[in-house]
């Protein structure tokens, strides 16, 4: 087997709940600065530090692949 089949995801179950709702945080944060609200820079900088956490998160499991998309989303 390579290592891509070898993978363990039985971590990321671990954090599953917790990366769920940081992404959803991240949305949210998105959403409100799209629609224009008076604190965009704030809203928009909520989603970058979730997103950055979520990167972390990901790296820590060793889900390189997953890692670099949050990284470019940030």
């Given at each position: ?64 692949g997953?890692a ?7």
């Open positions: 087997m390579n290592k891509q089949t070898d993978l363990d995801y039985s971590a990321l179950g671990w954090v599953k709940n917790e990366l769920d709702a940081t992404l959803r945080q991240a949305v949210e944060a998105l959403e409100s600065c799209a629609e224009g609200s008076a604190a965009d820079r704030i809203e928009l900088r909520r989603c970058i530090t979730s997103l950055h956490q979520v990167h972390g998160i990901l790296q820590m499991l060793e889900l390189y997953a670099a998309l949050t990284e470019e989303m940030e």
